[in-house]
């Protein structure tokens, strides 16, 4: 490490692979001081305040500060010859595809490991990646691994919504140690694999650098969209409960300071709403005491909860945007990774708009602050994706400059509305949406259960397009009306007396596994009686999820909750962490994906286990009927014909409510069809498409002839119960079957 003020002028002289995937000492690195409030040696307040008056508790606090940071690791970097060895204008997702295709989205706080062994060793371990290859999966992504939370006086505070609060570039103590996660990536390239970190552009925890800005103090304030509310109008604000650091403002407070001219005012929605918890985007804090003795109230923007501070991607200052640059530099050159999720990238610009609600999404600011994390990312030889649930149109736009990857918020709620209805009408209907408004689908991550819930808000249909026709079922809707026709339907079937192990969250969607959609699809309602024969259902209708998410272009990821069939935890098993209403956490149960410790009734961070309706991936991949096995064969299919990095050409129209034919042209310049049963009952039916040559068709699977294409442009299949198809076509002129 290097020592505070010595050697930041000096980057090692190693080349770029070295630089990203050689667990070095001498790598690149923050400043010596970069650590943890436990790790700092000052757990006990010593005999002064923690005030912005106090020197002693400011330096201490800027020693922790991410803004530091980068400044030391941008340095470093400078005048540097690697920053000039990779194209970086333009995002490259079949490059992205190409390199990370097959992810197993990790979750910290859920994963089980062995006795002694951390959350990153588990990960970096040769077996799980042993079998990781078995299964055909070639990335990990990690999920939000540095510390969160929040700095109280002398004290850091846990984190309020899963480490997605980060405060520091150092490695949580809980999930392991910065050698582990290098270890964890060069175990990965062995195995000709990928780890995807995460960075937060959005937000920050309430940590050093939040309680700088706070204190006014250098460029701290210019971080955060936080504003300086003169003495003379602290009328306008309300009055801190005791024992908090902050107050949601109550609408008539955001618009009695927004009429005043303080701040920009509501915003075009409230994520997390909840009445009397949070109803703005705007927190007051009480009277601080500046670091030159000042008194001062502030009011700040945070999107999502109050413990979230959003930053200001638009300051004189430009200090968020060096903090979140450095963040990213950190964990691509110094710790190893592949590429970098974005979270809530979304949300990276706010305008007043005069008789409206201030602009904050598919703001341009947002579009080009992902232009410049996309390009210095590339520039380095990563990749990022974008987990951003805006319009088809938004997504679009800020995937043609920014992140390479964009999460499938397109059809994910839709292709679950057709399993729940056994009619995949409105899953076409989302994808010709899709491919009018130019949306790349090898450009997306298809990915079956997160951390979140299900998210089935449908902005593009609610919002950008409410007032947009469209025909669904023979009935005519306008875009917003068919949105909530859609949730509703999905609320009844998903929840309530139909589904009661699910349960809904806030406004954004329903808090749920795979597993248990699938459960309501078949219409169980009590997870404690299930028989060995609805296990099997609900495992074939997963794999069924399986094809649809991988035999399309574009990247395919699921979670350790998918690999072992995880159902949902009793919410009295949560009921402290869902006490605020944030019922997701029903979903995040743990699970143990390699026997680690068959014994453990919860996992390391605490979360109790969840019920495994499949069993670990060493006992799955022992049979060949287990859900990891046919898994694997799903994904040889993809993987040897080239599916990922194709491109999605026609969604034609069918005879049966619960088929869905997908035509891909691959880069081989082979016409691929994938044909998907979404019903619990065996159909017929017919594949008809101008995109279709004439030829024979072959399965992809058993590489045999099933059909040939007519006169008519079509040919008839027969798709099992909850089943599906992988095929090519060959022209005449060819006569073997690809590949």
């Known amino acids: 490490m290097t020592p505070e003020g010595a050697g930041d002028d000096v980057l090692p002289e190693m080349g770029f692979e070295q630089q990203r995937f050689a667990a070095r000492p001498e790598r690149l690195r923050p400043r010596a001081r970069r650590r943890n409030p436990e790790a700092s040696g000052v757990l006990q307040p010593p005999p002064f305040e923690p005030d912005g008056r106090n020197p002693a508790y400011v330096r201490w606090l800027e020693d922790q500060s991410m803004l530091g940071d980068a400044r030391t690791l941008g340095r470093q970097l400078a005048g540097h010859h690697m920053m000039w060895q990779n194209p970086y204008a333009s995002p490259n997702p079949r490059s992205a595809v190409a390199q990370a295709s097959v992810w197993f989205t990790a979750y910290p706080l859920s994963m089980v490991s062995a006795s002694g062994t951390s959350f990153l060793a588990a990960l970096g371990h040769d077996e799980l990646w042993a079998a990781f290859e078995r299964i055909g999966i070639d990335a990990i992504h990690t999920g939000p691994v540095k510390l969160a939370g929040g700095i109280s006086g ?144 502030w009011v700040y923007l945070h999107y999502f909860k109050d413990g979230q501070p959003s930053i200001n991607w638009l300051d004189p200052t430009f200090a968020g945007m060096r903090m979140v640059i450095g963040d990213a530099l950190h964990s691509l050159l110094d710790l190893g990774s592949g590429g970098l999720r974005l979270d809530a990238n979304g949300f990276l610009g706010v305008e007043k708009r005069a008789g409206h609600a201030a602009w904050s999404e598919g703001h341009p600011l947002s579009q080009a602050a992902n232009q410049l994390i996309g390009s210095m990312v590339r520039k380095v030889g990563g990749f990022t994706f974008q987990e951003l649930n805006l319009a088809i149109d938004d997504i679009r736009n800020t995937g043609a400059v920014g992140p390479d990857l964009s999460y499938d918020f397109v059809t994910r709620p839709a292709y679950q509305y057709a399993l729940l209805t056994g009619d995949t009408e409105f899953l076409r209907l989302v994808l010709h949406e899709s491919l009018t408004r130019g949306v790349d689908q090898a450009s997306l991550v298809h990915a079956l259960q997160n951390h979140d819930e299900l998210t089935y808000e449908l902005v593009h249909f609610a919002s950008n397009h409410r007032d947009d026709p469209y025909t669904l079922g023979g009935v005519e809707y306008t875009g917003a009306t068919m949105a909530e026709h859609i949730r509703q339907t999905m609320r009844e ?37 299930l028989t060995e024969a609805e296990v099997r259902r609900i495992r074939d209708a997963h794999l069924l999820l399986c094809m649809y998410n991988a035999w399309q272009p574009g990247v395919f990821a699921l979670s350790g909750w998918d690999l072992v069939g995880a159902l949902p935890l009793d919410r009295a098993s949560v009921r402290q962490l869902i006490a605020d209403g944030d019922t ?156």
């Open 154 to 297: 002398w004290e850091h505070t846990p984190s309020i919504d899963g480490h997605f609060d980060r405060i520091s570039m150092a490695i949580d103590p809980m999930f392991g140690t910065e050698d582990e996660f290098r270890a964890m990536c060069a175990t990965a390239a062995r195995h000709r694999g990928t780890i995807i970190d995460d960075i937060v552009p959005g937000h920050t925890g309430k940590g050093a650098d939040f309680r700088l800005a706070t204190f006014n103090y250098k460029d701290y304030p210019g971080i955060y969209h936080m504003v300086n509310i003169p003495e003379e109008a602290w009328g306008l604000l309300p009055e801190v409960p005791p024992g908090h650091d902050s107050v949601n403002l109550p609408p008539a407070a955001e618009q009695a300071l927004a009429d005043a001219g303080y701040i920009i005012g509501a915003l075009q929605r409230v994520i997390f709403f909840e009445p009397g918890v949070k109803e703005t985007n705007w927190s007051a804090t009480p009277v601080i005491h500046d670091w030159q003795g000042v008194p001062r109230r």
């Open 493 to 529: 079937r998903m929840t309530g007396d139909a589904a009661p192990y699910n349960a809904t969250f806030v406004q954004n969607g329903i808090a749920c596994t795979t597993a248990s959609v699938i459960a309501a699809a078949l219409g169980i309602s009590d997870l404690d009686a």
């Open 584 to 739: 997701r956490w029903i979903e995040r149960g743990g699970y143990d994906l390699m026997d680690a410790d068959p014994s453990a009734t919860r996992s390391a961070a605490g979360m109790p286990m969840a019920r495994a309706l499949y069993g670990s991936l060493p006992a799955q991949l022992e049979k060949e009927s287990s859900f990891a096995s046919r898994l694997a064969g799903i994904l040889r299919v993809r993987r040897r014909s080239g599916i990922a990095t194709g491109t999605l050409v026609d969604v034609p129209d069918v005879p049966h409510p619960g088929m869905l034919v997908l035509v891909n042209q691959l880069e081989s310049a082979v016409t691929q069809i994938t044909a998907l049963n979404f019903t619990g009952a065996k159909i017929t039916g017919r594949v008809q498409s101008p995109a279709l040559p004439a030829g024979r068709v072959f399965d992809l699977v058993t590489r045999r002839k099933v059909a040939t294409v007519d006169n008519l442009g079509g040919f008839t299949v027969e798709l099992p119960a909850f089943g599906g198809l992988a095929m090519v076509v060959r022209e005449p002129k060819e006569s073997a079957p690809v590949s």
